[in-house]
């Protein structure tokens, strides 16, 4: 057997995508035969630690595959290629297809193999070798950095340790999604509870699915907030992957409606005005999370706010994702921004405080702006959210105060224009209203 140290330095290599499924096996086969000839090793004063055997696991399927070096593979320094006269120079099929084989595997995202597609043509016309598995780790670490939050008060101390899927306890089931299930664990090392996303086998296999569960996890990690819920880590598992994230232990807005039909203001207000801090946060930071609503705004048993699942989110920037997805519809029909509905391509920020207002709304009213009696008939709820003006809240709660009667016209104007221009003008007209109770984050 390998010791808890070797096992968590190979997981660690496979989640960092350092190396392949193959190559973990070989070098956990050279480890367990390292283990057999320990104590004649230790004599002669010799020992094989994980990156060596991980280095000759790699160089041994190289030399049967013939596949370029990878990242942790010892060789010369890159040598010059012959000079390419093209603007835009293409990319040799074997390297295509190493990019894809990466894609395939789960170990990058569509946005780290475009970047790593540039750096390759790039290294071309300066007439410079460039090899596959080190393109794509330049633009992880690119992509990472333009992505990574800015430091500021909520950002953390240190990088959390690594968590071993081992260490892991299962408690119970806590959710499920199409493509997902989520547990409560407990982690054993650390005596804490987490919750713990696992993409589906079959999910795992879909190459869209796997890119955006890979999405979800990674950019949410980089979103440091107190009422954003934490993403610890992003890791395979067996032939699937798993986000380990913060467990919030009291309910969402959308269990509180079940049980309560609606809010009163005050608290409603509270609650908004949380979330719009958080989005605030996200929308500085370049990301949209294009899914607000009841069920992704949690609570914990202390009243705190925590904005979860960015399982839509992009960069506001990211112009190859806006184009890829124009004219699809993606954020969930009953809280829906007109502009998601027709899949507009310049979608930024202000869909979120739409989708707000609409929780916003279903939060003081009871229930969401526009409904249908056949729930089979949700294409109409989202024309609805095209065409139709948005009812008077006090026609369903006469209780709702006129200023925020005025706070949810504005956030679910139709056009983005007329909307409030940022989160940030959405907490100051509640503050306005008197209701608030001033910002609320612990």
């Known amino acids: 057997m390998l010791t808890p140290e070797e096992e968590q330095q190979l997981q660690q290599a496979v989640g960092k995508g350092l190396t392949t499924d193959e190559e973990l096996r070989k070098a956990h086969r050279l480890l367990q035969q390292a283990r057999r000839l320990l104590q004649q090793a230790r004599r002669a004063g010799r020992t094989l630690s994980v990156p060596d055997a991980l280095a000759r696991a790699a160089a041994a399927i190289r030399k049967t595959h013939g596949a370029a070096p990878g990242p942790h593979a010892a060789g010369p320094p890159a040598r010059r290629a012959p000079r390419n006269k093209g603007r835009s120079p293409m990319l040799t099929p074997e390297e295509e297809q190493q990019l894809q084989e990466s894609v395939d595997k789960g170990l990058t995202t569509d946005e780290e193999v475009r970047e790593a597609r540039r750096l390759l043509q790039q290294a071309r016309r300066v007439d410079w070798t460039l090899s596959v598995p080190d393109a794509l780790a330049r633009a992880a670490a690119a992509i990472g950095k333009t992505h990574g939050a800015a430091p500021g008060p909520h950002a953390a101390a240190a990088p959390a340790a690594e968590i071993n899927p081992a260490d892991l306890r299962l408690l119970e089931k806590i959710g499920r999604t199409a493509r997902a299930v989520v547990y409560k664990c407990r982690q054993v090392s650390q005596d804490r ?13 879909d190459r869209e699915v796997r890119n955006s569960f890979l999405r979800e996890g990674r950019q949410a990690a980089r979103l440091v907030h107190p009422n954003i819920v934490r993403i610890y880590q992003v890791a395979p598992f067996k032939n699937t992957f798993f986000i380990a994230m913060e467990y919030v232990n009291g309910g969402s807005v959308a269990d509180l409606l079940a049980a309560r ?24 930071q370049g990301f949209i999370h294009r899914d607000i609503k009841p069920k992704n705004i949690l609570l914990t048993r202390d009243g705190v706010v925590k904005v979860a ?12 994702a806006a184009f890829a997805e124009a004219g699809k519809a993606y954020g969930t029909p009953y809280y829906i921004s007109p502009e998601q509905v027709r899949g507009d391509p310049d979608t930024d920020h202000r869909t979120d405080i739409y989708s707000l207002g609409a929780t916003f709304y279903e939060m003081l009213a009871g229930r969401p ?9 949700v294409i109409q709820v989202i024309q609805m959210h095209l065409y139709k003006p948005v009812p008077d809240p006090r026609q369903f709660a006469p209780g709702v105060p006129e200023s925020l009667c005025r706070i949810l016209a504005k956030a679910l104007a139709k056009n983005p224009k007329e ?6 003008m959405f907490i100051r007209a509640l503050d306005r209203a008197g209701l608030s109770g001033g910002p609320q984050t612990t």
Do not use: C, M, N
Request: hydrophobic share 50%.
């Open 309 to 320: 699942d960015l399982g839509l989110a992009r960069r506001g920037a990211d112009l190859d």
């Open 261 to 284: 039909g609606r809010l009163e203001p005050a608290e409603a207000v509270r609650i908004v005005r949380a979330a719009a801090g958080a989005l605030a946060y996200a929308h500085k």
């Open 193 to 205: 509870i987490l919750a713990v996303k696992i993409l589906s086998a079959r999910a795992a296999r």
């Open 419 to 424: 909307r409030f221009s940022g989160a940030a």
């Open 369 to 377: 702006p526009f409904i249908t009696s056949d729930p089979q008939q």
